[in-house]
């Protein structure tokens, strides 16, 4: 019984050190690139493929490596395409800034800004969590620069939407009580939400500078758009969601609304399984070509 005892307890030690190694390596290691200055503010950028360019948006409390790289979805696109992926001001090794106003639209502006730095005119873009509403903002703001738009894990919040933001880590209604039941016979050490959200929430602070992520998210208002402005946008656009994403509800309004939109459920998908599905990956890649300047 000892020696069960002991073993057992080497077996759980072992995924505890691979557990934090692949958070340690999530969170620490980053692939450098270049910076360029974006109206005052320092951005940090990388660049990799040839083709037409791709610009990807992540979300909040995470990174163009974490959100992009990590996930596939980089090496997935650049056999075809430039793809350009910058960490938004506040994040990662961006600069941090302390002032609700230099977020919000600042960010739409910075993907314009770092296309001007490049050199480029139009270009495909991709915005995840947070990167969706900032890509859906530049859309009705630049629809001239964009040939195309992915706007994924995010979706419309109308701007006369008076509740609570929604939880992007707590399923819609009709997803909730079958995702709590396949947490309790799958994950009995984490049936509970709190230890998941502790470990979520620690490495968010390990990324973002928390002050400044709570500038970010206090300008949130600023990315609303009107359903005024959704109807008139030329751009070809296409929503990715989980169909177990607390943001779900979000994307569904969209639906009617943008004129040229394909619209996309992931069976089974959350908000943090999403980007390392391989049916994102691909319907990205596929969505991309298919609007190819030269297609």
Known sequence: ???????????????????????????????????????????????????????????????????WRRSGTTRKLKGDFRVIAFDCRGHGLSENLYDPKDYGIEMVNDIVRLMDHLGIDKAHVAGYSLGGFIVLKAMTTYPERIRSAAICAAGWRRPDDTSDFLSPFRPPPEA???????????????????PVNSVRDWVGQKITDKDARKACSRSFPTLLVTEKELRACPVPAICFIGSKDGLKPYADNLVGVLPDLEFVVLDGATHLTTPIRRDFKNGLRAFFLKHRGDA
């Open 1 to 67: 019984m000892k020696r069960k005892l002991l073993v057992a307890l080497a077996g759980l030690l072992a995924v505890v050190v691979v557990v934090v190694g692949v958070l340690a390596y999530l969170v620490f290691a980053r692939v450098e690139g270049q910076y360029f200055d974006s109206d005052g503010a320092r951005i940090h950028y990388t660049v990799e493929g040839s083709g037409e360019p791709v610009i990807l948006v992540h979300g909040l409390a995470a990174n163009a490596d974490i959100n």
């Open 176 to 194: 909730r009580l079958e995702t709590q039941h396949q947490l309790a016979s799958t994950l009995p050490l984490f049936a509970g939400r709190g």
